[in-house]
């Protein structure tokens, strides 16, 4: 009998409404502490004006954390990429992966400005592999 929980991930963009390191540390802390707990992972790319975060685990627990990030006035606009049913995740050693766009040796170049704004959702979905293929090495 299968007794996981159907899991999802959810990805955003958003734009950051202020570039304060004290913003990235607070998120950093309240992440290490909350994910767990809810069973989540995932990874929070820090653009230059923007933030693209990928979150996945248990349906219910992403939906509400998505519900709850998505009210914080550290950032606006956000726009979900896509969510989708998923059998494994991608992310599953980090309770949330933080890359800071300037770290990243993009095989393209298109988004070295760190502007993720107009990101499309098949765009979204390569990054994230490919910060998982740097990060594995
Ligand atoms: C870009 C961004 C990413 C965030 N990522 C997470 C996250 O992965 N996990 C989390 O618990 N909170 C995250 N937050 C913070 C939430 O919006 C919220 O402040 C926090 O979950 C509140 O936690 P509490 O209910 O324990 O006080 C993020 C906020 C922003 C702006």
């Known amino acids: ?14 734009e950051k409404t202020s570039n304060s390191d004290k913003n990235l540390t607070s998120i950093f802390e ?10 989540i992972t995932g990874c929070l790319l ?16 992403v939906e509400e954390l998505y519900a709850k990030i998505i009210k914080d006035s550290r950032h606006k606009n956000v726009k979900k990429l896509y969510d989708k049913v998923i059998e494994e995740r991608l992310f599953s050693s980090w309770s949330m992966k933080f890359a800071p ?3 990243l ?9 760190g502007n993720f ?15 998982k293929r740097i990060a594995l090495g």
């Open 117 to 131: 704004l107009n990101i499309e959702p098949d765009g979204a979905e390569n990054v994230f592999n490919s910060i």
């Open 105 to 113: 040796d993009w095989s393209n170049k298109e988004f070295n400005s």
């Open 46 to 61: 820090i653009g230059s004006n923007s933030y693209l975060q990928l979150l996945e685990g248990p349906t219910l627990a």
């Open 101 to 103: 766009f300037e770290n």
């Open 1 to 14: 009998m299968n007794i996981q929980p159907q899991m999802i991930q959810v990805t955003y963009v958003s």
């Open 30 to 39: 309240i992440s290490q502490k909350n994910n767990p707990e809810k069973s």
